[in-house]
């Protein structure tokens, strides 16, 4: 990592966390029903046959309803595993019942070779993204474990990040060579392809 970059990352990020966290937790609901709303109604997610996504922890945009439309509607729903050399291994799940707290502290599917999905085989597949904060070029503010990035440069579908209004960036966020942005961007006021 670049040293000035990584300077930066880590300032934005400090200041980004601060800033979620001071939202309170009734307005990020308030928020996150939004996102969801506009996520749901895209033609992105419409068209999609398979929805690989984050469940959310925390403070981050709530993906909950995101996922539990997916599986109402038979959509195939993947969430990732953390695995070694900083990637993400993506687990078909039924439900949101029985996934483990990982050393990151993330809800992430149990190992199981039967239930692996590659995005690769799947038709229209859409990547829910988290991130502290998105710019208006798609570049996102993850919390730096790289995960993220590795994913998206060899993710085959339409990338859609999740972010609420106050936390994107006007401006262009710290990068380095290996960050890769997403397609699209929801916040509460609606999607936006970058």
């Not at 068209?47 to 995101?66: K, L, N």
């Not at 993506?90 to 692996?116: D, T």
């Not at 996102?140 to 994913?151: I, N, S």
């Not at 085959?156 to 710290?174: D, F, I, K």
């Amino acid at each position: 990592m670049d040293g000035t970059v990584g300077q930066e990352k880590v300032a934005a990020r400090n200041a980004l966390l601060q800033a979620r966290s001071d939202l309170g937790q009734w307005e990020r609901s308030r928020l996150d029903a939004l996102i969801a709303e506009h996520v749901l109604e895209s033609p992105c997610f419409q068209q999609a046959d398979a929805v690989f996504s984050y469940v959310s922890v925390g403070a981050e945009v709530d993906t909950r309803a995101i996922i539990e439309r997916c599986l109402g509607q038979g959509k195939l729903v993947a969430v990732p595993r953390c695995a070694p050399g900083r990637t993400l291994e993506w687990y078909r799940v039924g439900s949101l019942e029985g996934l483990e707290k990982s050393a990151f502290g993330i809800l992430e599917p149990p190992a199981n070779a039967e239930r692996l999905v590659d995005a690769h085989a799947c038709e229209h597949p859409l990547a829910i993204v988290p991130g502290l904060s998105f710019d208006g070029q798609g570049y996102r503010l993850g919390y730096g474990g790289g995960y993220y990035d590795g994913f998206l440069a060899c993710f085959p579908g339409v990338s859609l990040g999740l972010c609420r209004s106050c936390q994107a960036s006007g401006h262009p966020l710290p990068r380095e060579a290996h960050d890769v942005p997403v397609h699209l961007v929801a916040t509460e006021q609606g999607i936006v392809r970058v």
